[in-house]
């Protein structure tokens, strides 16, 4: 083991001359392979983008893959809390990645910032998850959004389909608890895989089902095989997507088939077309902008967003915590935990965090808004 | 104290000491080693030694995880389950169960695939039994199962990497051991003959179709205690670590330490990890943070090692540290092993009556009788063609004939399979040597007295076998200086003469203490020499009962030795009688020759 | 389940299944030929696809490198070889097709806006790409352990898989592409909806293996490749080169994935990483055909297609558990009715 060198992927590499002890070091542990690397890429785009300083003091993002799995995603925490001793860890980009990164957190005393969905991360709140804090919406959020649109639509039943994995599993789970209690019926339940090359027999089961509306629960492009497959056999009803999908990518692959597709999307999406009035337009703009110039127009996606949440978050937090201690100190990790916990009115490109003990998340409705595709692009339902 | 168990010792000793040593990021890596080492391992049992390739030990691996997760972590359950959840100890012994049962079941459907199929088969339900995880909802589905209990021992709760690090070595150690006593056993060989030939450990009297089930439980037990510790040290499990993708993984790291040794899956293990972890830190520092080269670096280095290194790391490692090969110690004191009577002189051992053998239109065998006594030697000639061959298949029960018997010992051979055959006492060579070239000869010869011994996997792998063994390896020894093979009992079967392996064939037969003894060209290849010696040892087997079947070629070589010659031509019998007799017969001449002119 | 139900899955399950007949075609002929079991044939079918799908969206497709790269170790290795036995024409031959070819295609995408070609324009460079990518593989990485045992050359397979998804996710990204049909056209047929570009992949599967067999059958290099399947050492003797046997039987298996590429790629979403599944079910249909019989394997790859497309409108979660649960018997069935070989360990 003589190679016991830490060479590093960092952003903030120019730092590394001046590196001072009070540098403030983050960990963050993505997907950006495996089948979750379309979520995991913008994430590790955009956490160049992230704030070089704060507070006065340096920040160095140390950046690892997981390859969208939970061995590589806990040993990797490991590494960045044993080997670099990071003051923050923020990751991973799915849910079954993150909730294994717990106990390596609670562990070792060191605060968590998930960008994965489920709920489950951060609640119910006990002695381990007081030191996990997420970004992105609970699939619940989003999904009240479509049962609100359906409602209004008058949708009674609807068929689901969804990734097999924790992605579609955990949009299940809270869709149907949401849809029971607004007595909308799920009349059919299918799965399937996003690198399956056809859905036909699911599709037929969907339409068998003769639903008022279609839900797919996928993220990314494969969440266009369904859909397609769907208009191509004839279904002629509204379609829901979530917010998974809002990337230009899906409207590229899904093409004049997606037309008049209804899905609830956090701000970044539509940071352009938000009325100036809207709380989040201003802090979801300054993502957009700066992602895109940096990966070109159109490039943007929720996912990414995660990630610069997670920096917003920590450039609220850490000035609190550096005035109780010096970084690179359990002190000031278990300071910085608890000055995440007391984040108010924290603007985001996903939305406005508000955490307390029991809320690690901290978003509510500001956070989402419904959409469809119109002409091609995302436009605003009114 | 010798070199190999000064290594030993060392290596243990630095196991030891390390988790004072290293940082604890570093203490995780060996954990992770370990368990994977411990997947590997038995994947060397089964794909290495065995020769069975199985992609599916992944999923073995997380049903031991997934068992005690469910249990350990359920809410409540039903009464009658109660006390398994109690602790992490009970549900290791229920995943070790349920594993078993499991690969049984698995084992009883796939281990009959042949060759490419078996393969394919483990993939099968590799992905099923993968898919069935993330499907059950009361498993947690794709999401998981959080919260798993830490291991307790003696009142030490195991919940840091350098605690439950000595546990996780402690395990695969004892496993290495284990496997370590096993294939240097009774049964060990039995497995090692798996690999060489199914045909000739068959013969041998080894129940192979057992064997490669013993194998396959084995190496699915090893993954159950992995996929155990495995939860218990990452406390949370979902279904993406017991992928294909992951199996195949395993398969990787058993090939590249080097699939046939007990050491190579540590290396593997190892070697694979810190790869990934060292292409981790470097590769951004050389190529960018942009994109990521670590799947491509790591695969492409991967099929460089392999051009270099067929046999995986493991040989290569050996060779820099060199420790002299160990040789077995022959215990003159054992007690010989139990002998079988033989048959009075004259009495007839094996009777053929009117066998026919039909292969579509051609008739291989047409009507042949012949018999052997015991005390004496019969040889079967003939020019090629004639049927020797598929007359040998039919006495040894190879194959069985269209109309006809043969009588062994008075009881039908046919219906019989070789192993029953071997039993009742007769013992063979091949006309094509089998033998298990890696192997000493000393080891190869010891595999002929397979049935004359029993101790199992559990004594074997523990050393209670100790005794017989002792017995087994002194029966060998004699046997092969009976055969004048004495000079070369260690060196590897493959490195002698294909002369000498004929002798060796010959001495694994009789240390089966045959009554019958059947020779398929015993002196093809042989020099004048080794030819008078072999013809000695023939006749003194003779002068103490052996019967004897030889099919030859060599006119010189059976004339001077046997008592009488059946000599077949087109698939019929066209003369017997004694030598000088059959040396004389004009339609042996004819067949021979082509005729007197 | 209706009747006309059971009609459309069929009609899928066909559609898949004439793709994954192509790659047991392939993956039986480089087993037979050279005992590799060709994990790989997956991504070129991805390469095929998105290669392509590159060049629809107007830039040069990243493949180009890489064949290139390919094409200079096969000039240093073989180059070298040949200069030092004094073989200067042979060394000229051996850049002219491992250098000279791949950077006159590079040089073309220089000169040529992508952009501005046609469709079929696009499939025959798609193909010019990464069709000579499979005899380059075959030399530099199996050729030098052709001997090896079969687990040994799993391994480098599996090894090479790695690699190739790795860069297939640097060269196109995480997600997904689709082409636009060779042809808009589409009727109707009962219950059935017909498009032109499932005809393109029905009838284009089938005489291929028509050519196949044709090539088998009726050529000098058909017929050597038979007879090295047959019996390696005694190709060897009657003068057939081994190597040459290698990269040849690699050339037509990276044709048959590129071309199944260009031919669902506007059918289905095509990703990096969707080649390991697809190849996992020509491997089943493959092995159902004792990984020697072409017409079992075809008929084993409609099967699968069939199976597949039923379990998905049966029980889609448990799709996978039902496509490979149930060929357990049929493994079973072919291995005891199979004539036992020894293995050749």
Known sequence: MKLRRTLLATIGLAFAATAAQAEIKVGVVLSATGPAASLGIPERNTVSLLPATIGGEPVRYIVLDDASDTTTAVKNARKLVAEDKVDVLVGSTTSPASLAMIDVAAETQTPMISMAASARIVAPMDDKKRWIFKTPQNDKQMASAIIEHMSANKVKTVSFIGFANAYGEGWHEQFKQLAEGAGIRIVANERFNPADTSVTGQALKLMSAKPDAVFIAGSGTPAALPQKTLRERGYKGPVYQTHGVANNDFLRICGKDCEGTLLPVGPVQMARSLPDSNPVRASALAYVEKYEAANGAGTVSSFGAYAWDAGVLLEAAAPNALKAAKPGTAEFRAALRDALESVKEVAGATGIYSMSADDHLGLDERSRVMIEIRNGTWSLLK | MSADRLLLGGFLAVLLVLPAVLSPYYITLLNYIGLYAMVALGLVLLTGVGGLTSFGQAAFVGLGAYTTAALTTAAELPGWLAWVGASPWLTLVAGLLITATVALVLGSLTLKLSGHFLPLGTIAWGISLYFLFGTMESLGGHTGITGIPPIELFGWTLDEGGEIYYLIWAFLLVAMLTTHNLLDSREGRAIRALKGGRVMAEAMGVDTSRARMIIFIIAALHACAAGWLYAHMQRFVNPTPFGVHIGIEYLFMAVLGGAGYVWGAIVGAGVITVLKQWLQDWLPQLLGASGNFEMIVFGILMVLVLHRAREGLWPILKKLVPVPAVRKKIDDAAAPLPRRTLPAAGEPILVAKNVTRKFGGLVANNDMSLEVRAGEILALIGPNGAGKSTMFNQISGVDTPTSGEVLFLGKPVAGHDSREIARMGMSRSFQHVKLLPTMSVLENVAIGAHLRSGKGVLSSAWRLDRAEEARILKEAAWQIERVGLKDFMYEEAGSLALGQQRILEIARALCADPCLLLLDEPAAGLRLKEKQALGELLRKLRSEGMATLIVEHDMDFVMGLVDRVVVMEFGQKIAEGLPDEIQKNPAVLEAYLGGVE | ?345
């Open chain 3, 1 to 345: 389940m209706d009747i006309s139900i059971a009609l459309i899955l069929g009609q899928d399950g066909i559609t898949n299944g004439a793709i994954y007949a192509l790659l047991a075609l392939a993956l039986v002929l480089v087993f037979a030929v050279t005992r590799v079991i060709f994990i790989q044939q997956g991504e070129f079918v991805a390469y095929g696809a998105l290669t392509l799908a590159m060049m629809q969206g107007g830039s040069v497709p990243a493949t180009v490198w890489l064949l290139l790269a390919m094409g200079v170790l096969v000039t240093l290795f073989d180059g070298a070889a040949a200069l030092r036995s004094g073989q200067a024409r042979k060394a000229l031959g051996v850049a002219g097709w491992n250098l000279a070819y791949p950077l006159a295609l590079a040089g073309l995408f220089a000169v040529v806006p992508v952009a501005s070609l046609p469709l079929f324009a696009h499939v025959v460079l798609t193909l010019a790409i990464v069709v000579p990518m499979g005899p380059m593989m075959y030399r530099l990485m199996y050729q030098p352990i052709a001997s090896a045992p079969v687990l040994i050359l799993l391994i480098v397979s599996v090894a090479l898989h790695i690699a190739m998804v790795g860069l297939g996710l640097l060269f196109f990204g995480a997600e997904g592409q689709r082409t636009p049909a060779f042809s808009e056209a589409s009727f109707d047929l009962g219950p059935l909806l017909i498009t032109g570009q499932t005809l393109w992949v029905l009838v284009v599967s089938a005489l291929l293996i028509v050519a196949l067999y044709q090539f088998f059958e009726r050529t000098l290099y058909g017929k050597a490749l038979r007879a090295t399947a047959i019996n390696r050492v005694g190709a060897q003797l009657m003068g057939i080169s081994p190597a040459l046997a290698g990269k040849l039987t690699f050339l037509l298996a990276a044709f048959i994935g590129a071309l199944s590429g260009v031919l669902i790629a506007p059918i289905t979403t095509i990703y990096y990483d969707t080649g390991f599944l697809i190849a996992l079910k020509g491997f089943v249909a493959a092995i159902i055909g004792g990984l020697a019989s072409y017409p079992l394997a075809a008929l084993g790859a409609l099967a699968v297609g069939l199976l597949e497309a039923f379990a998905s409108f049966w029980a889609s979660a448990y799709k996978e558990v039902i496509v490979f649960t149930l060929i357990i018997p049929v493994l079973l069935w072919r291995s005891l009715s199979t004539h036992h070989v020894e293995e050749e360990e």
